[in-house]
């Protein structure tokens, strides 16, 4: 069946610092999604992204979609402590309605 | 109101009880979801309804039966759980389905503990 696996599973960033998770799937996907969960919370949407190279921009995070569709990527510059919390990727397979996640990066920050 | 509702907040039941899980929206998104996550793992895909039909059952044992009594509701019915069944269960509704894939917007949950 359809893996999304992200990495690091883990980061622990410095407030300040910038730091990037990677989300890759084992199939093409149609789109890629990204949310957020805070501690204790629950998943808030973040973005979506749908075409080849596709890059978006939120503030201080950078959205990509590789190439072929199969990958993607986060990046935040200037971490803050608001920036806590669990990333997870999210993407639909092509011709598929459901929705598989990655298993997040847990991110921690460093005051 | 861009709100998903879920009751109750907090369930401990035994391993003989019935309970339900209640879940709302008000948003007109014919697609709703329920998902169980587990500390520190991803949410993970139970059942998905759309325009009130079951569409996608992940193979849930029988003993989690969903209810979808009208486009703004969405119930769990729990009966003779087991201890492993202990999770955070989360409702989630889009506006529709389909590989265009519009976003969820997630309940916050029902965190049930089976004793």
């Known amino acids: 069946g359809q893996q999304v696996m992200q990495i690091p599973q883990y980061q622990h960033v410095q407030e300040g610092e910038d730091f990037t998770t990677y989300c890759n799937s084992s199939?093409?996907?149609?789109?890629i999604q990204w949310y957020k969960q805070r501690p204790g919370g629950h998943p808030v949407f973040l973005i979506q992204?749908?075409?080849?190279?596709e890059v978006k921009k939120q503030k201080r995070l950078t959205f990509q979609f590789g190439e072929a569709k199969k990958n993607s990527s986060l990046h935040i510059t200037a971490t803050q402590t608001t920036d806590v919390g669990t990333y997870f990727c999210?993407?639909?397979?092509?011709?598929?309605?459901?929705?598989?996640f990655g298993g997040g990066t847990r991110v921690l920050v460093k005051p | 109101d861009t709100e998903v509702t879920q009751t109750p907040k907090h369930l401990v039941m035994g391993m003989t009880n019935k309970k339900s899980l209640k879940c709302e929206q008000h948003?007109?998104?014919?697609?709703m979801y329920w998902y169980k996550q587990k500390a520190k793992k991803p949410p993970e895909l139970m059942f998905v309804?759309?325009?009130?039909?079951?569409?996608i059952n992940e193979s849930v044992p029988s003993r989690f039966s969903p209810e979808c009594p009208n486009s703004s509701l969405l119930n769990l019915h729990l009966h003779a759980l087991q201890p492993e069944d202990s999770a955070l269960y989360l409702c989630?509704?889009?506006?529709?389905?389909?590989?265009?894939?519009?976003?969820?917007?997630f309940g916050p949950g029902t965190r049930l503990t089976v004793t």
């Open positions: 989630a509704s889009s506006r529709s389905l389909g590989t265009s894939g519009y976003e969820q917007y």
């Open positions: 199939t093409t996907l149609s789109n």
């Open positions: 992204l749908v075409k080849s190279g």
């Open positions: 999210a993407g639909h397979k092509a011709a598929g309605n459901k929705l598989t």
């Open positions: 948003m007109g998104h014919r697609a």
């Open positions: 309804y759309s325009y009130e039909k079951l569409s």
